[in-house]
């Protein structure tokens, strides 16, 4: 497994933009899956997007259509861009790889996503 860090987080007025940064510690092409979660305060973490090797996408209902997620093997980086966004989108975000259906049990920082209405 590579190592991750999650940057890009801010506080952002309801309606802007932000876009998150996942840097991998190493190669990130044979990885099946990478994939972004976020942990609301006083919940549960939850999924938001996924995408696989063959950057085929996959998102929660609640952030479908303003979030997309992307890759850059080059660069062992995957993004979250994030537009139109809600108080309810205010979490720490958490990037996480995937070998098979499996996601790591070993979680980074995440970084702080606020955002006031």
């Known amino acids: 497994q590579v190592q991750l860090v999650e940057s890009g987080g801010g506080l952002v007025q309801a309606g802007g933009s932000l876009t998150l940064s996942c840097a991998a510690s190493?190669?990130?092409?044979?990885?099946?899956?990478m994939g972004w979660f976020r942990q609301a305060p006083g919940k549960q973490r939850e999924f938001v997007a996924q995408i696989t090797r063959s950057s085929i996408t996959y998102y929660a209902d609640s952030v479908k259509g303003r979030f997309t997620i992307s890759r850059d093997n080059a660069k062992n980086t995957v993004y979250l861009q994030m537009n139109s966004l809600k108080p309810e989108d205010t979490g720490v975000y958490y990037c996480?790889?995937?070998?098979?259906?499996?996601?790591?049990?070993?979680w980074g920082q995440g970084t702080q996503v606020t955002v006031s209405s």
């Open positions: 190493g190669s990130i092409f044979s990885i099946d899956f």
């Open positions: 996480n790889q995937a070998y098979g259906a499996l996601w790591s049990a070993s």
